[in-house]
């Protein structure tokens, strides 16, 4: 017999953004930081990229018209609630994301302004796709979350510290940019700085000690997105996106030989089971079967 209870469905984001082999970064961590946020996550491919834990060797970007036909084909079956932008590949990407952005009136878009790997050695945008991001791919979206080196190139601004920090996310917000987040990981202080283009909100913290943040700045984004989804103002959503990578963090662990992966599912490990859940006893039979105790 048929089921027919359907149960409700849930916030759909889609991540738009390259794919890492070792899933730390780009879409793996997207999704599995959207399902951690209990949303349902969707994935446009803009690039395929040959990395582990040690860093990235080659890209190969996705043709534009292979990536717009995978987010016309999303949009036209799926009521996307929020997106978030990481590695775009070439301009023709940014362009294609942009028209699209353009034609859905999205509300809920975060985009994370990659350009190279942290580890450095590889571009993962072309410099004409880097001029689009700043003069109008920015634009389109609620926020931008750029580290210390991203939100210096695109806001021509040398920043050493929170004050440096502030005065790129307000540059940037008169570039066109409706908020942003300037991330100071590389601080000695884990500060990030939130400007939503009326009122600034520093956000401190401390490092966790710990070289396996491989992700962090997608994870970081792609949370903001789930939040959004959700229905939290911008303001919470970022304050407790910071919250769950810190977290995530300091729960990472290690997967190869260069620096691991977050946690995104430190929750189920740490918290405890909903009540009424429990785990079968040793004797194998599940609880529900157990002879009832007076």
Do not use: W
Not at 122 to 144: F, S, T
Not at 257 to 282: A, C, M, N, S, T
Request: proline share 5%; charged share 20%.
């Amino acid at each position: 017999m048929l089921n027919n209870h359907r149960r409700p469905s849930l916030p759909i984001v889609l991540t738009i953004a390259g794919f890492d082999p070792c899933c730390g970064a780009g879409i793996g961590a997207d999704l599995k930081t959207i399902s951690a946020h209990n949303c349902y996550g969707v994935a446009a491919i803009t690039a395929v990229t040959v990395q582990s834990t040690q860093g990235v060797k080659a890209v190969h970007v996705t043709p534009a018209e292979t990536l717009r036909a995978q987010l016309d084909t999303l949009a036209e079956d799926l009521q996307i609630v929020a997106i978030k932008i990481g590695m775009l590949g070439d301009r023709a990407n940014a362009a294609v994301i942009g028209e699209f952005l353009d034609r859905g009136s999205f509300a809920n878009v975060v985009l994370d302004p990659v350009v190279e790997p942290s580890a450095g050695g590889v571009d993962l945008l072309d410099a004409a796709g880097v001029e689009y991001l700043a003069d109008e791919l920015m634009k389109r979206v609620a926020v931008i979350t750029p580290n210390l080196a991203e939100a210096s190139m695109l806001s021509g601004l040398e920043i050493k510290d929170v004050t440096g920090m502030e005065a790129a996310a307000r540059k940037l917000v008169e570039r066109g940019a409706r908020a942003v987040v300037v991330k100071g990981g590389h601080l000695d202080k884990a500060v990030d700085v939130l400007f939503d283009g009326t009122t600034v909100l520093i956000l401190g913290g401390d490092h966790v000690k710990t070289e396996n943040t491989h992700g962090s700045g997608c994870t970081f984004a792609s949370a903001i997105a789930a939040l959004l989804a959700s229905g939290r103002p911008l303001r919470d959503a970022v304050v407790l996106a910071k919250a769950y990578v810190t977290k995530a963090i300091e729960n990472a662990f290690v997967i190869g030989k260069g620096p691991g992966p977050l946690d995104h599912f430190y929750r189920l490990h740490h918290e405890p089971p909903p009540r009424g859940i429990h785990e079968v006893p040793q004797h194998g039979m599940h609880p529900a079967s157990e002879p009832a105790t007076r």
